[in-house]
């Protein structure tokens, strides 16, 4: 299997090249798309319009028209998650919404495009600082320069890939779907974020005579089940993982049951990768081909081909200290956090909740607990202010629901305290003080849960 750059269209290499027997209906097999792209191209071949939606979960639907948009000299816009208020935004954007599957056209079609390098790809969407959504072009020389150094990294002959991530992000996009269609790998997603639907994925690429890559998150990753036989299972020739550091045990552990290495990769949709690690081995990021580094006190500076303007320098948000050739993280700089890999930004998640009628202000907090999840402490207006478990639960669940439909489940805050007036100190800020006792209960079952007020200690909520 060799690697052909997205801008040389490697989909069009012959079918009996990157069609493997043996494996069951679900995968992909890149060369054998193109009755299936076909069908996209004489969809949009009545329609006008440079930047299309695509939101299409299972990756043979996503690759098919997204190959098809690019064919007829058109732009994939992806969004970040299939929110209701997401979805609703972006259509205001965009010249239109692809559909769950095209209709029978009997439109005569020109000569397949081939891609220019210079040419946006795609448009990704990611959370800035303010949680504000920022769109993000990458042109096709971005994405074959990234894929140029995956293939040199982690080549994938006789490597069939089972995604666990989503592929409207940039490292799932990335390393589920187009490092293997660059190469004519064979690869499958969508319903494989699940353990024994991994486990049966393993065994359908063991039965074809290939060798298993899993692309993972460290949600999935921390969550593996020690009950599933995994030995009966062939050994991956890799694991990847990325939207968030893997704690150092999860990494063992996942090493230990699959018997494959683990490869985190750092970094953004900003940036593409940044750099790469194998916790086993050494805590330290190492930077990826092409990725120059430079330190200025505790930020990261970097160039890359990947980025928009590659000759110039990016200044990283997180912190880092440098180590060797390479890095550690020190954390973000910034109020966005990652939670199961997922970046939200905790300016957004306080405006969303002032936007409520019943509050007053709101400050959303990362309590650095090992389930990852939020705290959110609120004010309310006097009649809505709950003094009660059943109007304080019933407040609660509104406000969970308003959030719902602007981020995803696993982004919403899990603990909520009721206050009188926020726990600030003289400047404005936050008192972590005062924050580590609202939630003391949460590591001290004796402790009471509290709402509080500026003008004295906390008082347990009755």
């Given at each position: ?50 930047r ?114 989503s592929h ?59 009950h ?26 996942a ?47 970097l160039r ?48 969303t ?7 007053i ?58 206050v ?43």
């Amino acid at each position: 299997m060799t690697f052909i750059a997205l801008s040389q269209a490697p989909w069009r290499r012959p079918v009996h090249d990157a069609s493997l027997p043996g494996l069951p209906p679900g995968w992909v097999m890149p060369g054998a798309l193109s009755e299936r792209i076909l069908a996209w191209r004489a969809w949009l071949a009545g329609r006008t319009g440079d930047r299309w939606l695509l939101c299409q979960r299972r990756p043979d639907a996503f690759c098919a028209a997204l190959i098809a948009l690019w064919e007829s000299g058109r732009v994939a816009v992806l969004p970040a998650d299939d929110r209701p208020e997401t979805l609703a935004r972006l259509t205001t954007e965009v010249d239109g919404v692809l559909p769950d599957a095209p209709e029978a056209s009997a439109a005569t079609l020109p000569p397949p495009l081939t891609p220019s390098p210079a040419a946006t790809a795609v448009v990704l969407y990611t959370s800035g600082s303010t949680g504000d959504p920022v769109r993000l072009g990458k042109r096709f020389d971005q994405l074959d320069a990234e894929l140029a150094a995956h293939a040199m990294l982690w080549p994938l002959a006789d490597s069939a890939v089972i995604s666990q991530v989503s592929h409207q992000h940039i490292y799932g996009l990335l390393a589920g779907v187009l490092h293997p269609l660059s190469t004519g790998a064979p690869f499958c997603g969508d319903d494989c974020r699940y353990p024994e639907v991994l486990a049966s994925r393993l065994a359908e690429v063991g039965r074809a005579g290939l060798t298993p890559v899993v692309v993972s998150s460290p949600a999935q990753l921390s969550r593996m089940p020690d009950h599933l036989p995994w030995t009966d299972y062939p050994a991956p020739r890799r694991v990847f993982s990325s939207g968030a550091p893997l704690a150092s045990q999860h990494a063992r552990h996942a090493e230990h049951l699959l018997r494959a290495p683990v490869i985190e990769i750092y970094g953004s949709t900003e940036t593409g990768g940044i750099a790469q690690r194998r916790q086993a081995r050494d805590s330290t990021w190492q930077p990826l081909p092409g990725v120059g580094l430079s330190f200025d006190s505790e930020r990261l500076l970097l160039r890359s081909a990947f980025l928009e303007t590659p000759d110039a320098w990016w200044q990283q948000p997180d912190r880092v200290s440098p180590r060797g050739d390479g890095f550690e993280l020190l954390g973000r700089a910034d109020r966005v956090v990652k939670i199961a890999g997922k970046r939200v930004s905790l300016a957004y998640v306080e405006r969303t909740l002032a936007e409520a009628p019943e509050i007053i202000d709101a400050r959303c907090i990362d309590l650095g607990r090992g389930d990852g999840r939020l705290g959110a402490v609120i004010t309310a207006h006097g009649d809505a202010m709950p003094h009660e478990h059943a109007t304080r639960h019933g407040l609660i669940q509104g406000l969970r629901s308003r959030l719902a439909t602007h981020l995803e489940q696993v982004a919403i805050p899990r603990y909520w305290r009721c206050v009188d007036a926020l726990p600030c100190n003289a400047q404005g800020k936050l008192d972590r003080g005062l924050i580590k006792r609202l939630f003391a209960d949460l590591d001290d079952a004796r402790a009471p849960r509290c709402w509080a007020s500026i003008a004295g200690p906390p008082r347990p909520a009755p």
